[in-house]
């Protein structure tokens, strides 16, 4: 199934690099030369990200692929783009052919119309490009309240929740200490939950780039937990895991911990069974000798079936993975695929937020979501202590 999907990827992402590449040479009338210099630029570009795989596999310099990653990665995006904005004035132009409102190919209007609408495109797609790139590289603080119905010790509780830090060739140190770890410090949690995807996948970069050191900073009065994500079981699941947990970040695969008198619930992700042979718990087991009287914060990096969380007693549920789609139309691709793509949702009983997450995957972009850390201030009734 997974191959399947890829070779579908695949496909679409020659056809589309193609069709652009066709389009483009009719818009900016390319001939001789220039067409050949342009097609040599075009294919370097389309096969960056493949090149950069290939590169690492055998042993080039880090600075190296990382450029193709850096091309590639916002090739991507900016495929999708051109591919969308095509497609638009092929349809004007299937328009004109009944009503008539363009200029005749033999005129000689023609050939300048054509030139400016793709220096148009070219412009106005790498500008909302580059928009969407500043978006991404700052981190919004989203303030929320949760009322809870299970009495505490205390009335309330900070918890400052992320998901989908991405760490990597594309985030590194920078971004990680200024965007993650300082915004965090600077909001006082109680805790910190941070629900999956925390590195990008390979652990080279992370630990070329030092960044354990970075998050280990991150200040918490409970303690920092964090779980696996699908792309943690990208560079094997264990290196990962392991490197987070020794430098702060107590992972919880399957494993439930009792903090400030509530239970943290972290599930393996849904993706580690494919990749390990190791099938992921039920939410029934985990709960298994909790004190039912005790509120349960769950975090599971996928929002896939959110009732489960309502029907096993679950009081909150943190998640990500989704990113909104990361940049339009995407979003409405994971609206269709999620219950919830991104926002807070009550079902019956059970509190639930699926972030679009603090990083981005692929393109560094966002157009349609700002990347978000929440700080989540969590009430609760006082207990009596007659």
């Known amino acids: 199934?997974?191959?399947?999907?890829?070779?579908?990827?695949?496909?679409a992402d020659v056809l589309g690099s193609l069709y652009v590449w066709w389009r483009a040479k009719q818009g900016f009338q390319l001939q001789g030369r220039r067409k050949w210099i342009f097609t040599a630029i075009y294919v370097f570009v389309a096969i960056a990200y493949l090149l950069r795989r290939v590169l690492e596999r055998n042993g080039a310099p880090y600075y190296i692929s990382e450029v193709f990653d850096w091309v590639g990665s916002f090739w991507i995006v900016l495929l999708c783009y051109y591919f969308l904005s095509l497609l638009l004035i092929d349809l004007v132009r299937l328009v004109n052919v009944w009503l008539k409102?363009?200029?005749?190919?033999?005129?000689?209007?023609?050939?300048?119309?054509?030139?400016?609408?793709?220096?148009?495109?070219?412009?106005?797609?790498?500008?909302?490009?580059?928009?969407?790139?500043?978006?991404?590289?700052?981190?919004?603080?989203?303030?929320?309240?949760?009322?809870f119905d299970k009495p505490m010790e205390y009335d309330s509780l900070v918890v400052v929740s992320a998901a989908d830090f991405h760490m990597g060739s594309i985030i590194?140190?920078?971004?990680?200490?200024?965007?993650?770890?300082d915004k965090i410090n600077a909001l006082n949690a109680d805790?910190?939950?941070?629900?999956?995807?925390?590195?990008?996948?390979?652990?080279?970069?992370?630990?070329?780039?030092?960044?354990?050191?970075?998050?280990?900073?991150?200040?918490?009065?409970?303690?920092?937990?964090?779980?696996?994500?699908?792309?943690?079981?990208?560079g094997g699941g264990d290196p990962s895991a392991e490197y987070l947990h020794k430098h702060g970040i107590y992972?919880?695969?399957?494993?439930?911990?009792?903090?400030?008198?509530?239970?943290?619930?972290?599930?393996?992700?849904?993706?580690?069974?494919?990749?390990?042979?190791?099938?992921?718990?039920?939410?029934?087991?985990?709960?298994?000798?909790?004190?039912?009287?005790?509120p349960v914060l769950m975090m599971d990096h996928q929002p896939y079936n959110l009732e489960d969380a309502d029907t096993n007693g679950i009081d909150f549920q943190l998640s990500g993975h989704s990113h909104h789609g990361q940049f339009w139309p995407i979003n409405h691709i994971t609206d269709a695929v999620y219950e919830v793509s991104w926002g807070y949702k009550k079902k019956e009983n059970t509190h639930g937020y699926v972030t679009c997450g603090a990083g981005t995957w692929g393109p560094p972009v966002r157009l349609g979501s700002t990347p978000e850390i929440m700080r989540i201030v969590m009430r609760f009734p006082k207990r009596s202590t007659k």
Do not use: C
């Not at 199934?1 to 496909?11: K, N, P, Q």
């Open 101 to 147: 409102f363009l200029p005749r190919k033999d005129s000689p209007k023609y050939p300048k119309l054509r030139r400016d609408v793709a220096w148009f495109v070219t412009i106005g797609v790498m500008i909302a490009v580059f928009i969407g790139h500043m978006n991404s590289r700052y981190v919004h603080i989203r303030p929320m309240e949760i009322t």
């Open 1 to 11: 199934m997974f191959s399947s999907f890829f070779l579908m990827i695949l496909a």
């Open 191 to 234: 805790i910190v939950l941070i629900a999956g995807d925390i590195v990008d996948g390979d652990l080279e970069p992370v630990e070329r780039q030092n960044l354990g050191p970075i998050v280990q900073q991150i200040k918490s009065r409970y303690g920092v937990y964090g779980i696996m994500g699908n792309h943690e079981y990208f």
């Open 251 to 294: 992972m919880l695969r399957d494993t439930v911990v009792e903090v400030a008198g509530l239970y943290i619930m972290g599930r393996e992700d849904r993706s580690g069974e494919r990749r390990t042979g190791r099938k992921r718990k039920l939410i029934s087991e985990l709960k298994q000798g909790l004190d039912p009287t005790k």
């Open 172 to 181: 590194g140190p920078k971004r990680t200490q200024h965007q993650y770890v």
